[in-house]
């Protein structure tokens, strides 16, 4: 199997969401979960998305892990390697975006970046460098409360500088607007004043359509799945994608087995989707300070669960409000609030499959990364899109034989997403 685009994803969630628009885009793409082992035969696609959980560990790690997985890929033939980053840029002023991509630069003998988070489908746009949210400026959106990284500058410049060696430059909008050849001449400048890294504007898919094609003639760039729209389209333009191998209609093969859905994320959006999930199936919320003191709250809810599961869905959630979850850092730290439900939805997760759920929506960057190591699946093939940049997955190799799964970002899908999500699986 030879790569035609690789990609390094720093976190499933986010993985799920730009091999899915590689899909929609024209592309065959598997997702792996890690770097596979080499015993995994992996279907014929044109495309890999590696999937890490480097978004919020330690610069070093996330450094050392995307090297590791870019090596991978570039032994597989891929030419261009997208370092797939959240749509909101969160991070901290220690990376990971900034380290992380200097690194797959230096990997690849240098050049310059371009590096957008841009994805209108998603209301994510970027003008004069600075990242908007359904129309807010970053700071102003929900996002100056993430529970892991408060985002309080939309300035993206400022905000990448922070995290280089180097100094940022920024493509702007009226350049970009220009076409391919201007965006090649500014670079160009930036090439010779030395910068290696470029914020990019992108306002509609067009602005995509222009950077995708710049950047697959570079070896390395740093975007959400919205540069990954303009990487597929150019690659389906320039001719070399073949027919045949993988599709969307093998990974939505029915299974058998029961169904639920776990929740982890915080965010407004799984909040809503919750309550309008609770008049069509049984919903167990549970008490996050619970799941700090001890186990019970975890055996509690699998013996609610298992007296509830063969007669239809069910949910567990251990989402709350982001005045609980603040209040809960307070007390016990960020990291120990966080491990301990990222660790309680996983031990729920993995005995839901145990007793016989095929069917899964995880809903939750940071849940799904956690669920999905537990349960040990290798690779997905990727299926239908839900809502954007949600797809059904098909598991690749899995131990506990096929499985179907939706891995949600917090801030992803319509309100009625989780009904809408198992009802596609069947």
Known sequence: MVILLGSIA??????????????????????TVGIPDP?????????????????SVPASDAVAAAASAERWLRQRGAGHVLYKICSTFDSTDAGNIGPVTEALSDAAGGGIVLVTPAFPETGRTVYLGHLFVGGQPLNESPLKDHPLNPMHDANLVRVLTRQSRNVVGLIDLTTIAAGP?????????FRTAGITAVIADAIFERDLETLGEVALETSVSTGASGLGLGLARAL?????????????ADAIRPVGGLSAVVAGSCSKATLHQLDIAERSMPV?????????????????????AGDR???????????A?????????????REATGHAIETATSIITA??????????????GETSGAAVDRLAIPAFLIGPEIAPGVPVLRTVGNAQGDMLLALKSGNFGGEDFFTAALAMMH
């Open 284 to 304: 167990l919320r549970l008490d996050p300070e619970q799941l700090l003191a001890g186990p019970d709250e975890i055996a509690a809810a699998i013996s609610w």
């Open 181 to 189: 050849g201007a965006v090649k001449a500014r670079l160009d400048s």
């Open 39 to 55: 015993s995994l035969a992996l279907p014929d696609v044109d495309a890999v998305v590696v999937s890490l959980k480097i978004r």
């Open 10 to 31: 720093d976190d499933y969630t986010g993985a799920s969401d730009l091999a899915n628009t590689l899909t929609k885009n024209g592309l065959r793409t598997v997702q």
């Open 321 to 333: 409000a982001p005045e609980t979850v603040s209040r809960l850092q307070s007390l016990y730290g």
């Open 351 to 364: 005995e839901l499959v145990e007793r016989g759920v095929r069917r899964l929506v995880v809903a939750g």
């Open 236 to 248: 389906v333009r320039s001719g070399r994608i073949s027919s045949g191998g993988a599709t969307t």
């Open 309 to 319: 599961i063969s007669a239809g869905p069910v949910v567990v959630a251990a989402s």
